[in-house]
T-cell receptor
């Protein structure tokens, strides 16, 4: 595997379910990010991790819980989501001092 | 308040002609700007960037121009090719070592053969 991978690619979940999104980067980067893209809206930064430490939480509701066990892996744990949380969730990574962020293909989440 | 604006949701250009995608920003803290390209069912792919201390950066068919006084940047693609058809996102960056990228809403470019 190369680049940034995300699983699953598609997820449908009920409002009472608990699920997790996984991201893995094979680029040797130190920073990882979660973004949300809703229809007709710009990509919104959710969380930033730098060397496994969370450095940014962009006022994200607590029903989204990130986890970064090491610099290569990032998870987004989901519980009691709302239908308006349906969106494309994108993971990205970058070198600590790098400007360019490299994105995964995203997980298309539908909350029913 | 949207800090990065792409006012044209779509653009259609003939193959071989120039495509010009525009982006305006309001945040004076941005010190770097990036353009990303996104195909359906894929994540955004980095295309080209420019530091705020420069006014032009060129990479093959792609050139980005920055006008700081107008808080405006543009991406020129010449000659345009059908494979360039995608959504193009402009982003402003600030925040030092781990960068915060603030994205625009994107412009859908369609290059007609």
């Amino acid at each position: 595997e190369t680049g940034v991978t995300q699983t699953p690619r598609h997820l449908v979940m009920g409002m009472t379910n608990k699920k997790s999104l996984k991201c893995e980067q094979h680029l040797g980067h130190n920073a990882m990010y979660w973004y949300k893209q809703s229809a007709k809206k710009p990509l919104e930064l959710m969380f930033v991790y730098n060397f496994k430490e969370q450095t940014e939480n962009n006022s994200v509701p607590s029903r989204f819980s990130p986890e970064c066990p090491n610099s290569s892996h990032l998870f987004l744990h989901l519980h009691t989501l709302q239908p308006e949380d349906s969106a494309l969730y994108l993971c990205a990574s970058s070198l600590r001092a790098g400007r360019e962020q490299y994105f995964g293909p995203g997980t298309r989440l539908t909350v029913t | 308040d949207q800090q990065v604006k792409q006012n044209s949701p779509s653009l259609s250009v003939q193959e071989g002609r120039i495509s010009i995608l525009n982006c305006d920003y309001t945040n004076s803290m941005f010190d770097y700007f990036l353009w990303y390209k996104k195909y359906p069912a894929e994540g955004p792919t980095f295309l080209i960037s420019i530091s705020s201390i420069k006014d032009k950066n060129e990479d093959g068919r792609f050139t980005v121009f920055l006008n700081k006084s107008a808080k405006h940047l543009s991406l020129h693609i010449v000659p345009s090719q059908p494979g360039d058809s995608a959504v193009y996102f402009c982003a402003g960056a600030y925040g030092g070592a781990t960068n915060k990228l603030i994205f625009g809403t994107g412009t859908l470019l369609a290059v007609q053969p």
